[in-house]
């Protein structure tokens, strides 16, 4: 059985880096956690209390689920779920510990949760950015995680996951001539993302919810100064979208006087 040489008392959260050529994958321990405060999100209020809740749940050995953040991409999904995961991380009496791992390694995944499983903590195993190209069958490892096989599944393991996706395999995966082989692919789609029982959809912000947003990363409390907004609108326009990464991309050029 492939093992791993990482001390999970010492280390709260970790990455898989996977195999180069002659080097083997191992779990390299994260130093630097993101510290990004839950209140520099606007208007995901419920989003962020649910999954705080889950994994409260998955802590104190109550009913969890497995989660997916989904939607347009740049509104916060990635940096939403970090902030939640460190806000509990940050705690040093937590018993919660966090494997990050990269689409592409999936198929470690079986690996790890033989190594994990019988471990006294709770883990979360994060993945960013999932999505299924077509003849991509690197999901059936994780479809055995979220929903087991003939072996119980692990009760002290949640996988969530974001993705610019709902259904997370791609609309091309779909196209195919025989519409029998059309149904059973729709049926692997539906049957992947029922394995998450919490999937919560993040958009492109409305334009208070935008300014509001930008406000806050401004540290600006009055509107006597509102310049900035029409500013913060145009480029908006300019990128083509409103959302949690272009306001933070606009907050640094406001900042540093390049806007």
């Known amino acids: 059985m492939k093992t791993f040489k990482i001390d999970f008392h010492t280390t709260k959260a970790c ?10 994958g191992y779990l ?19 989003a962020i209390a649910l999954l705080k809740a889950n994994t409260q749940n998955l802590l ?17 999904k990635t940096s939403s779920m970090r902030a939640i995961l460190g806000s509990f ?14 689409k592409q390694d999936l198929s ?3 690996f790890i949760l033989d190594f994990i499983r019988d471990l006294p903590y709770k883990f979360v195993l994060f993945c960013d950015d999932l999505s ?22 692990a009760d002290n393991v949640a996988f969530y996951a974001t993705s610019n996706l709902r259904h997370l395999l791609l609309e091309e995966y779909v196209q195919d001539t025989s519409q029998i082989h059309q149904n059973d692919i729709c049926d692997e789609i539906v049957s992947l ?8 959809g993040f958009y492109t912000l409305g334009s208070a919810e935008y300014l509001e947003l930008i406000a806050h990363g401004l540290d600006i409390i009055s509107d006597q100064d509102s310049q900035w907004k029409q500013k ?5 326009t300019q990128k083509g979208s409103r959302n949690a990464r272009i306001a933070k991309e606009f907050v640094n050029l406001y900042r540093g006087k390049l806007v």
Do not use: M
């Open 28 to 46: 390299r321990p994260i130093t630097a956690l993101d510290r990004t405060s839950l209140k520099s999100f606007v208007g995901i209020d419920e």
């Open 15 to 24: 990455i898989y880096r996977g195999e180069i050529g002659q080097f083997g």
């Open 193 to 200: 993302s029922d394995r998450f029982g919490i999937a919560i």
């Open 132 to 153: 299924f190209n077509r003849d991509d069958e690197s999901y059936k490892p994780l479809k055995r995680i979220l929903d087991g096989g003939f072996e119980k599944v």
């Open 232 to 236: 913060a609108l145009n480029y908006a």
């Open 108 to 110: 470690i995944l079986p």
């Open 60 to 76: 104190c050995e109550r009913p969890y689920c497995h989660a997916l953040f989904w939607g347009a991409r740049g509104c916060g």
């Open 89 to 102: 991380l940050h705690d040093s009496e937590t018993n919660l510990r966090v494997i990050e791992i990269d």
